[in-house]
């Protein structure tokens, strides 16, 4: 297997598609297939400005990729683009870096890493293209409705060891979240389930079986019929604590999925979800020290 791993453009990385054994008489028509969305004019035009490269990081030209054989059993990279994407009006804000480590304060509305509609906007390709650090990766992600905390590993040689921390759940991450009150759910409770997929792949919910999801949950603050809740994800299934809360029967105020959907394009940036990850603590894994980032952003009654 090619170690070739692409560099950067702007910021921004290159995809990555393996090309299995398959019918398809040319690469064209393998991408065509593949990636229904994408017109083969849009692929032509990739082609031609240099955007396609195989495992070895030559360029694929049009005649080639137009012609047989199809390169079974290797990789291409690509580098996409999203045609008049829209500026998010939100800063990200560095709390802290070191050799290994950057910790950065992240707004709602702005995604973690590329993907679908967002390119260039988002925390990923815009730290890339600020700080100049072009391997940097997340260790973890949050929703980009959410705001707060999110680490990034610089280095190659240590982020394994970040990562497992998120793997082996040892890290204390605190969220705050401002929901309903309702005097008759008791406060505070364990909230335990089990979260899949509901029928849509943007949207959880909770059935019946082995539970997988774990939310420590209390009350901070009343202000008539909103309060402020202390959230301590155990686990970390995908919207756990959206899910959570919405079982309850306090869905987090402004929330765009649950308990309703909100249609793509009809976001209010005005009306934030009004979800936090507030705190995060941990022992280093390299310089054994213990680790402890607040950020500086505040939910809205």
């Known amino acids: 297997m090619s170690g070739f791993k692409p560099p950067s453009r ?6 990555c598609v393996g090309l299995p054994a398959g019918p398809w008489p040319t690469l064209i028509d393998f991408l065509t297939q ?4 994408v017109t083969p004019a849009t692929w032509l035009a990739r082609l031609a400005r240099g955007d396609v490269l195989d495992e070895s990081g030559h360029a694929v030209t049009a005649e080639r990729a137009s012609q047989p054989p199809y390169p079974a059993h290797t990789r291409l990279y690509y580098y996409r683009e999203v045609p008049d994407e829209l500026p998010i009006p939100f800063q ?3 709390l802290y870096q070191d050799e ?4 950065v304060d992240k707004p709602h509305f702005l995604p973690v890493v590329p ?9 990923l390709v815009r730290l890339k293209q600020r700080l100049g650090l072009d391997d940097l990766v997340p260790i973890h992600r ?3 409705d959410t705001a707060g905390l999110v680490l990034f590993s610089k280095q190659r040689a240590s982020r394994a060891a970040y990562g497992a921390l998120f793997r082996e759940h040892r890290v204390r991450k605190t969220y705050h979240a401002i929901a309903p009150w309702r005097s008759e759910v008791t406060m505070p409770q364990v909230r335990q389930s089990r979260i899949v997929e509901a029928g849509h792949f943007m949207l959880q919910h909770e059935v019946d079986g082995p539970v997988n999801a774990i939310t420590h ?8 019929d909103l309060a402020r809740y202390e959230l301590k994800p155990i686990t970390g299934q995908r ?4 899910v959570h809360m919405l079982g309850l029967g306090l869905p987090i105020c402004n929330d765009g999925l649950y308990p309703a959907m909100t249609p793509e394009g009809q976001k209010d940036h005005a009306h934030p979800l009004q979800l936090l990850a507030r705190e995060l603590a941990f022992v280093d894994p390299v310089s054994g020290q213990p680790q402890h980032f607040v950020s500086q952003r505040q939910l809205m009654f």
Do not use: C, K, M
């Open 142 to 144: 949050i929703d980009r």
């Open 92 to 94: 990200e804000v560095v």
């Open 100 to 103: 290994h480590l950057l910790v």
């Open 217 to 224: 949950i209390n009350v901070l603050e009343v202000r008539g």
């Open 239 to 242: 919207h756990q604590l959206r």
């Open 34 to 37: 593949r990636f229904p969305n």
């Open 10 to 15: 702007g910021g921004i990385g290159p995809s």
């Open 115 to 123: 993907s679908g509609g967002y390119l260039a906007e988002t925390v």
